[in-house]
């Protein structure tokens, strides 16, 4: 059993910078990926970055490739999600994932990919 929880949440103006982060415990060895996800208001729950902890190779889709990073802690148990040059269009809960499964980097933008899910977190982009 993994338990997830995440910080970071908040208020931010259009052009500026969050980091997420997402604090893991319990069975942690048998983790390996890592991911992040958003649901805005009448959509659905999409992957915005992703990390194989095996392979320690990070993922994103083209709609934040060059603005959000994730990252990890190993020592904390932490994975991060730095959010640069944010946009409205931004605005969402984010929630991060830990998987058990090997899957590949093309699943990792999946919801059904992972085990265990944070509580997320409220992200608004507005000016």
């Known amino acids: 059993q993994v338990h997830l929880v995440e910080s970071g949440g908040g208020s931010v103006y259009p052009g500026g910078s969050l980091r997420l982060s997402c604090t893991a415990s319990?069975?942690?060895?048998?983790?390996?990926?890592m991911g992040w996800f958003r649901q805005a208001p009448g959509e659905n729950r999409v992957g915005i970055g992703a990390?194989?902890?095996?392979?320690?190779?990070?993922y994103y889709p083209d709609s934040v490739k060059g603005r959000f990073t994730v990252s990890q802690d190993n020592a904390k148990k932490t994975a991060y999600l730095q959010m640069d040059n944010v946009e409205a269009e931004d605005t969402a809960m984010y929630y991060c994932?830990?998987?058990?499964?090997?899957?590949?980097?093309?699943?990792?933008?999946?919801?059904?990919?992972?085990?265990?899910w944070g509580q997320g977190t409220q992200v608004t982009v507005s000016s």
């Open positions: 990390i194989r902890i095996d392979l320690n190779k990070t």
């Open positions: 994932a830990a998987g058990v499964r090997r899957y590949a980097s093309t699943s990792l933008f999946v919801s059904a990919a992972y085990n265990y």
């Open positions: 319990g069975d942690t060895d048998s983790l390996n990926s």
